[in-house]
C-alpha cells in the first residue's frame, strides 16, 4: 500500500467525497495530535510519574487514574482553541465544557473517553481513546448537554488511539474505516490499512464469564451454544479473548473478526449495562459498522438510540454481522 500521511487522507477524502470540511479536518487533525501526546504520557509509565491513582472519583463514581486525568486534560488544552468545537463532554466530566468566550465557537461538538480501560495502566496492558463527533445544532448560542443528546446515526466522525506495541488511530468519517500507525521518528500519523472489514462470520467472542452466574436467559444461552462447541448447535468450536479493555479487544475484532459482549445483568437490575452510550458504544458502533459488522444493545441497534443522558450506560452486542445477529434474536424470541 502506499504510505500516505493522515493529512494527505483527509485532503484525499475532502476531494473525493466532499464530506470532510476543513473544519472537521482541522478537529480531527487536532484530536489525532493529542492522542500522540496521550501515546507518549502512557509510554512513559513510571518513568513520567503518571501511574497510580489520582486520588479522585469521576461522575460514574470510578476512582480516576492518574492518566484518565492527564488525558482528559490533553484532550480539552488541546482542542480548546481551534474555532472548530462548540463544546466537549468527557467521561471524566460531569458537565460539558463550553468552549471559553476567549475562543472561537466552531459548528462541532468532540466527545470522548479520554483513557478507556484504565484499569490495564498499572499493569502495563493495552488502552485507547475513543472519540465521536457531532455536529452543533443549527442556531444554537450556548451549548448544553441537550445539544449532544443524538442519536449515533448522528456521527459525522468517530474513532479511537489505541496505545498497544504499535500507536494507531482508527477512525471513519462515513466512507469506510482507515487505519494509521504513529511513526515516531516523524511524529506522523502513517496510513496502514486501508478499508478496514469485519467478517461476517468469527469463531471467537468476548465476554467477562466471571459474570455467567448474573446473565439474563438469550445471553446464558448464546454463551452456553458457543462453549458447547463441536458438540453441541454451533458445531464448531469457539475461542474466547477478553482484554477489560474495549478498544483493545475492538480492534483485535475489526481486524480479524469476533464478537464483543457487554449485557446487562442481574448484578445491577436497573441498569443496562457498563458501558457509555455517547463516547464508547456510539463511535465504536459507527467505526465497526462502517467495516461492515454490527451493534445493537440486544434489542436495536446501537446507533438508532435515542439518548436522554449524557452518561447514560448500554448494554452492547457489537462485532461480526452473523454473530451479533444471533445473539438479538434470541432476545427478541
Ligand atoms: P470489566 C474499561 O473499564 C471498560 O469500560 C471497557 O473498556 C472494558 O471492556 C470493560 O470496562 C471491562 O469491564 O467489568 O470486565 O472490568
Same mark, same amino acid.
Not at 97 to 111: A, D, K, S, T, V
Not at 245 to 255: E, G, P
Not at 300 to 315: E, G, S
Given at each position: 500500500m502506499k504510505r500516505i500521511s493522515l493529512t494527505q487522507h483527509l485532503v484525499e477524502e475532502q476531494r473525493l467525497h466532499n464530506t470532510i470540511p476543513a473544519e472537521l479536518r482541522l478537529l480531527i487533525e487536532v484530536v489525532a495530535r493529542a492522542c500522540k501526546t496521550i501515546s507518549h504520557a502512557v509510554g512513559k509509565g513510571e518513568l513520567g510519574d503518571v501511574m497510580g491513582s489520582a486520588g479522585s472519583e469521576n461522575v460514574q463514581g470510578e476512582v480516576q487514574k492518574?492518566?484518565? @486525568? *492527564?488525558?482528559?486534560? *490533553?484532550? %480539552?488544552?488541546?482542542?480548546?482553541? =481551534? =474555532?472548530?468545537l462548540a463544546a466537549i463532554a468527557s467521561e471524566e466530566m460531569e458537565a460539558i465544557? +463550553?468552549?471559553?468566550?476567549?475562543? +472561537?465557537? =466552531?459548528?462541532?461538538?468532540? %466527545?470522548f473517553d479520554p483513557l478507556d480501560g484504565s484499569s490495564n495502566i498499572d499493569v502495563n496492558v493495552t488502552i485507547g481513546t475513543i472519540f465521536s463527533v457531532l455536529k452543533a445544532p443549527e442556531g444554537m448560542k450556548n451549548p448544553t448537554e441537550k445539544d449532544f443528546l443524538q442519536p449515533g446515526s448522528k456521527q459525522v466522525a468517530a474513532g479511537y488511539a489505541i496505545y498497544g506495541p504499535q500507536t494507531m488511530l482508527v477512525f471513519t468519517t462515513g466512507n469506510g474505516v482507515q487505519g494509521f500507525t504513529l511513526d515516531r521518528e516523524m511524529g506522523s500519523w502513517i496510513m496502514t490499512e486501508r478499508d478496514m472489514h469485519i467478517?461476517?462470520?468469527?469463531?471467537?467472542f468476548s465476554i467477562n464469564a466471571s459474570n455467567a452466574r448474573h446473565w439474563y436467559?438469550?445471553?446464558?444461552?448464546?454463551?452456553?451454544? %458457543?462453549?458447547? =462447541?463441536?458438540t453441541g448447535p454451533r458445531g464448531k468450536d469457539f475461542n474466547m479473548r477478553w482484554i477489560a479493555?474495549?478498544?483493545?479487544?475492538?480492534?483485535?475484532?475489526?481486524?480479524r473478526g469476533g464478537i464483543f459482549m457487554y449485557p446487562a445483568d442481574a448484578r445491577e437490575p436497573d441498569k443496562p449495562g457498563k458501558l457509555r452510550l455517547m463516547y464508547e458504544a456510539n463511535p465504536m458502533a459507527f467505526v465497526i459498522e462502517q467495516a461492515g459488522g454490527a451493534a445493537t444493545d440486544g434489542k $436495536?441497534? *446501537?446507533?438508532? *438510540?435515542? +439518548?436522554?443522558? %449524557?452518561? $447514560?450506560? @448500554?448494554?452492547v452486542f457489537i462485532g461480526s454481522k452473523n454473530e451479533v445477529e444471533r445473539v438479538t434474536q434470541y432476545h427478541n424470541t
Open positions: 492518574k492518566l484518565d @486525568v *492527564i488525558s482528559n486534560e *490533553i484532550l %480539552l488544552l488541546a482542542n480548546e482553541w =481551534g =474555532g472548530h465544557y +463550553p468552549i471559553p468566550n476567549r475562543y +472561537p465557537m =466552531g459548528e462541532y461538538l468532540l %466527545l467478517p461476517d462470520d468469527t469463531s471467537e436467559p438469550p445471553v446464558k444461552r448464546y454463551v452456553d451454544e %458457543l462453549l458447547a =462447541g463441536q479493555s474495549m478498544v483493545a479487544d475492538l480492534h483485535r475484532i475489526l481486524t $436495536q441497534r *446501537i446507533m438508532d *438510540i435515542q +439518548p436522554d443522558k %449524557l452518561h $447514560q450506560r @448500554v448494554a
